[in-house]
């Protein structure tokens, strides 16, 4: 099996759930967001990056999604909306929300799911933690949904879609478990 550093770290990285409260490094979010820019794309970049440090906005986002969780159909999203100890956010200092021109004649799922995985794996090659976040955008649903949007500065047009929190780790992984088998077809 042949070994590189990219190799490494894709296998590496995992969903960090417990994070320090220390701030990360300007220069690691600016290499952390490089690498988002660097992401394939079918729209011609027609994404945007939302970057929040703001502890109290963080909290709020928080608050905001487990509000929503309570009214959802799947009971497993209500309970965590319910769960007064639960932080869809684990307590990470960084949320970078990933948004797309509606407007651009492609599905811009795809640039912005693209553009998440390489956030998250840039941050793995710095040893810092993430984790893809999809629980927070339920906050886009709450009763503060359209007032968030414009305190995010979200541009007009353009649609959040995924977001990943970053930040040194709690603990180090140690559980990485093993990939199912059988997911690939060859036909030489
Ligand atoms: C689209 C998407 C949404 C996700 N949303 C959440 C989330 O809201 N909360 C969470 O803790 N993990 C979330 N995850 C992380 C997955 O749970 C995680 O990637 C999966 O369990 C595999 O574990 P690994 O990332 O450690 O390999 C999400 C992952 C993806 C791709």
Not at 1 to 7: G, Q, R, S
Not at 69 to 97: Q, S, T, W
Not at 139 to 158: D, M
Request: aromatic share 8%; net charge neutral.
């Amino acid at each position: 099996m042949i070994v590189n550093d990219a190799l490494k770290i894709i296998k590496q990285r995992r969903s960090i759930r417990s994070y320090k409260d220390e701030q990360i490094k300007e220069e690691e979010l600016r290499a952390i967001l490089e690498a988002g820019l660097y992401a394939p794309n079918a729209g011609g970049q027609a994404w945007h990056f939302t970057v929040i440090q703001n502890k109290e906005l963080l909290d709020r986002l928080n608050l905001a999604a487990k509000e929503a969780a309570k009214h959802m159909d799947m009971e497993h999203l209500r309970e965590l909306g319910n769960n007064e100890k639960f932080n869809c956010l684990y307590g990470a200092p960084v949320l970078i929300i990933v948004s797309g021109n509606v407007q651009v004649p492609v599905p811009l799922e795809a640039d912005c799911a693209a553009a998440t995985q390489n956030l998250l794996l840039a941050a793995e090659s710095l040893g810092l933690g993430s984790c893809w976040i999809f629980f927070v955008m339920l906050a886009f649903n709450s009763p503060q949904g359209s007032e968030l949007r414009k305190e995010l500065k979200i541009p007009e047009g353009y649609k959040p879609y995924y977001s990943a929190v970053f930040g040194y780790k709690k603990d180090a992984v140690v559980n990485v478990p093993d990939r199912k088998p059988n997911l690939i077809t060859y036909i030489k």
